[in-house]
């Protein structure tokens, strides 16, 4: 979905992309809920059988209904004429060959690595800082409001800014968030650090969603955005492993969150510099302004 929106959206390709990206908070605010209520009802097995009828007989016609429509904006270019740095259409094997990719991408998985290791810990967490888990529940619609609310936000400033001016600011709320659960033992901080969480995956969502066809264009996006993906679904797994061997080694997960923190930190320096180096314009350009590009 995020590949279509870049493809097919230029002048509003943050807003696009935000749009696209609704469906998983909608999602981590709605479907907990759901599935707990089916689960007391019907039973776990059951409620898999009909999650996955679902998906079969009723999502999967709607998307075959949904792609027999031409959805290419209306005044759009050709979706080939969206060049990336140096004017250019950048395949993978140049994308992996050219150093910034590699240097931005310490900062990008930070989001999937410390959000899951810290959702996958909170067993550990309420013990660790005498929570109640049913309280620590209350942080999840916390984290689904602002995730759509920043999603929407970053959206409209990657299309008016660039998203590339976004990157060192994205992962600051996150950083600040992480470190309250190791300063402090009111379950608040959990709350605080979950709405603060929100706001770092929703401007991650947005800024992944249109930095790739900003800098590498879209004639080989989808191959440069699964190269993306899977390093994060990589981080995704690695995250609750290495905090969990620092858990059995004696390292507790709130003891763990200022080198986290750090980590948000360090990294949103790094984007700074790499801005500074990379010279994009601030502002994604305008339909015209790819013609002209293209053209040249």
Request: positive net charge; hydrophobic residues 55%.
């Amino acid at each position: 979905a995020v590949v279509a929106m870049g493809r097919w959206f230029v002048a509003h390709r943050g807003q696009a992309v935000a749009v696209a990206g609704l469906g998983t908070a909608l999602g981590e605010a709605v479907l907990p809920s759901v599935v707990v209520f089916a689960i007391a009802w019907i039973g776990w097995r059951a409620t898999w059988g009909v999650a996955g009828a679902s998906l079969i007989l009723f999502f999967l016609p709607i998307l075959f209904w949904l792609l027999t429509t031409d959805r290419q904006p209306r005044g759009s270019v050709e979706r080939d004429e969206t060049t990336g740095l140096d004017g250019r259409h950048w395949n993978r094997g140049a994308v992996l060959r050219h150093w910034l990719f590699w240097a931005l991408l310490p900062g990008l998985l930070a989001p999937p690595f410390i959000g899951t290791s810290a959702f996958f810990h909170q067993v550990h967490i309420s013990e660790v800082q005498g929570w109640n888990l049913a309280v620590m529940a209350l942080g999840y619609p916390a984290y689904a409001f602002f995730a759509v609310a920043s999603t929407l936000l970053c959206g409209w400033l990657a299309d008016r800014f660039g998203p590339v001016l976004l990157l060192p600011v994205f992962l600051l709320p996150m950083g600040v968030g992480i470190t309250l659960i190791g300063l402090s033992d009111n379950v608040l901080s959990w709350h605080l650090m979950m709405a603060l969480m929100g706001v770092t995956q929703g401007g991650a969502a947005a800024v992944s969603g249109t930095l790739w066809p900003h800098l590498y264009g879209t004639r080989h996006l989808g191959a440069v955005k699964a190269l993306a993906a899977a390093a994060m679904v990589f981080a995704t797994a690695l995250g609750p492993g290495i905090t969990g061997l620092a858990i059995d080694l004696g390292a507790l997960f709130p003891e763990q969150t200022i080198a986290l923190a750090l980590w948000c930190f360090v990294a949103s320096i790094g984007f700074l510099v790499i801005r500074t180096r990379i010279g994009v314009p601030g502002a994604v350009e305008t339909v015209a302004g790819s013609q002209v590009a293209s053209k040249r």
